[in-house]
T-cell receptor, first 114, second 110 residues
Framework: DAGVIQSPRHEVTEMGQEVTLRCKPI?????LFWYRQTMMRGLELLIY????????DSGMPEDRFSAKMPNASFSTLKIQPSEPRDSAVYFC????????????FGEGSRLTVL | DAKTTQPPSMDCAEGRAANLPCNHS???????VYWYRQIHSQGPQYIIH???NNETNEMASLIITEDRKSSTLILPHATLRDTAVYYC???????????FGGGTRLMVKP
């Protein structure tokens, strides 16, 4: 299995631009999570989906952030408009229905907003 | 979810056992203890979890005290590749997320 696949691995953009991060979970996993990691705040959960349905988005910073999961094999995290404080590493993780606490993380997308 | 306390950093000599403690005195009866690690520039990686019995797998051993207020992750023969941040996370099986704290930065030295 290829594991959780995220793209792009690195993104540099200018303030105000739209950013779209993509995630392909492990096949057969029914839950998907988006985390953000910064030096100041550590790893923060942004949103998670069960069976493609958003369950808890209380961690999403503000309306500039949105996440979708149109099918079981694809999810996006969009930031529009981006700001320098959004610079972080964004991780996607997926989980098998039978393994509640065992998350499989991707390699992350490093976002830099200038 | 229960709060955890972990030392911010630890050193270990290569080849020796690394014992990483975690205090979770407010853990509730249905919460498991999960351990993850994050090697620099990579996503977190699941290591092991347990409820009240000690557990062992190919990566590590987990010792949970009888009162479940603390646990220790043991890497029996630490290698340089075990240098990482280790997170202890109480989580009940009805929960749907993991909340990562500050973790312990383990430095394995030659």
């Amino acid at each position: 299995d290829a594991g959780v696949i995220q793209s792009p691995r690195h993104e540099v953009t200018e303030m105000g631009q739209e950013v779209t991060l993509r995630c392909k979970p492990i096949s057969g996993h029914n839950s998907l999570f988006w985390y953000r990691q910064t030096m100041m705040r550590g790893l923060e959960l942004l949103i998670y989906f069960n069976n493609n349905v958003p369950i808890d988005d209380s961690g999403m910073p503000e309306d500039r952030f949105s996440a979708k999961m149109p099918n079981a094999s694809f999810s996006t995290l969009k930031i529009q408009p981006s700001e320098p404080r959004d610079s972080a590493v964004y991780f996607c993780a997926s989980r098998d229905r039978g393994l509640t606490g065992e998350l499989f993380f991707g390699e992350g997308s490093r976002l830099t907003v200038l | 979810d229960a709060k955890t306390t972990q030392p911010p950093s630890m050193d270990c000599a290569e080849g020796r056992a690394a014992n990483l403690p975690c205090n979770h005195s407010t853990i509730s009866g249905n919460e498991y203890v999960y351990w993850y690690r994050q090697i620099h520039s990579q996503g977190p990686q699941y290591i092991i979890h347990g409820l009240k019995n000690n557990e062992t797998n190919e990566m590590a051993s987990l010792i949970i005290t009888e009162d479940r207020k603390s646990s220790t992750l043991i890497l029996p023969h630490a290698t340089l590749r075990d240098t990482a941040v280790y997170y202890c996370i109480p989580q009940n099986n009805a929960g749907n997320m993991l909340t990562f704290g500050g973790g312990t930065r383990l430095m394995v030295k030659p």
